[in-house]
């Protein structure tokens, strides 16, 4: 029998909706069932493929080849379970799929409204995982109040009822605000918060209090009162100073028990939370630290690149350092001053790495800092995007192709060779090239494909396998007809895709550590099971970092 939690969020957005689903289902696991993790999202775009990076953050990619929201990726990172395309909805996905029934005849001519065709919809969508876990966990994004949530809070109000509620527990996350004024919090919000979410019909058993200090007791003897909730459910969700700290923030304030004890399960509290304690304990008590560099185009968000953060921090948790992020946006290596002045903003770097990205802005600026990485013998990480850059600038500067460029910058034609393309722009005679007046939504290489490692490369040491399968989100690719000439020259193709056909890595064997990569390695790392690419490249900031 599958038991569903659904976790709504009232008062402000950001307040860590996922973060806490994420780590109670890390708690459930504790506790040796299964779980699963569902987000609702209530926006209307169809995916959040399209969406700018600095307004949405990233783009999470499944093995299936789903974009999803970023929250997938806590999700995974806390419990190990690969999402799946269908882990993920929005609102736009639920209305193109009520239209599309509704073109077809499929409701024989009924009126369709938003009760019960769109709210079927999306209880369709949670009813089948049924069967799936024992515990299924459905956070609703954005916060109560807002227009677009109202069909998915009735939806969820529906389902509860029908699924009988010993199957369905609610977790509201609310905000205390400390008011230095008045030298206390408030727990006004949350009140209406409540409020609001008892008028959609939906009781909240438990409150998750987001909190910067102490809620005292006589705070949460007023939120039980007014809120019509046992003193004990209501659980402080103090701030912590790493996020692989709120398990057992979370278990300390009971969290875990209370959910137990809303379901009238037996508590059995034997529970093993080691693997967590280990690593907070290696985040606390690091045994020294690196300096990452990280050449990005989406550097004022750092929800931009969530899970690169993330992967790196897992590498330093397995060597035992603290890693120190310092973003730079790629632009400033191109004013005229550039060559002169990359130094000075490099100057105490033990790694640079350069992420994913689409367009020209900031192209130049990246081959800048490749080129400087290269030169300078600094460990150098190119993902996706980074890979394409540090092609062009080894088939600019090594391999003497003076022109060398993508056709992704090259939309008017002007010419240039192109290294970087799209895969049919030189694939066999006949074969469709993908125009620019497409659709930009779901037309790039997405999801889990595998890649063959040459036998006695850098990058099979550090997998240990010449057979490895990694998550891709891109539309150009490195042109083939480049690798001999790369090679020739000291940069190896020591990964392609298995009919040979697409260059899925370099490296360079005589420095310290340059390797690109074609996919995202950083969407598959998590704590307790680092990349072993994210492993070996803080490995080599390490000794870099012994060196200056």
Known sequence: MTRYIFITGGVVSSLGKGLGSAAL?????????????LKLDPYLNVDPGTMSPTQHGEVFVTDDGAE???DLGHYERFTGVPSRKNDNITTGQVYTEVLAKERRGDYLGATI???PHITNEIKDFIHEKEGTADFVLCEIGGTVGDIESLPFLEAIRQFANEVGRERAVFIHVTLLPYIPAAGELKTKPTQHSVKELMGYGIFPQILLCRADR???????RKIALFCNIDEKKVIPALDVSSIYEVPLSYHAEGLDHQVMDAFGI???ANLDLSIWEEIVTRIKEPEGHVKIAVIGKYTELADSYKSLNEALQHGGIANFVKVKLEFIESSIFEAEDAPESIGEHLRGIHGILVPGGFGIRGAEGKIAAVKYAREKKIPFFGICFGMQMAVIEAARNLCGISDAT????D?????????VGLMTEWDQDGARVAGTDKDLGGTMRLGAYPASLIEGSKVAEIYGSTDISERHRHRYEVNINIKDKLEANGVSVSGLSPDGALPEIIEIADHPWFIGVQYHPELKSKPFD???????FIKAAVKQSRLV
């Open 25 to 37: 289902g890390a708690l459930l696991q504790a506790r040796g069932y299964k779980v699963r993790l």
């Open 530 to 536: 680092p990349h072993p690419l994210f492993v070996s």
């Open 406 to 409: 993508s056709s992704e910058f």
């Open 214 to 220: 102490k809620i005292e007791e006589a705070e949460r």
């Open 113 to 115: 409204q938003v009760i």
């Open 68 to 70: 999803t929201d970023l």
């Open 411 to 419: 939309e008017d034609g002007a010419g240039g060779e192109h290294v």
């Open 266 to 268: 037996k508590d059995i």
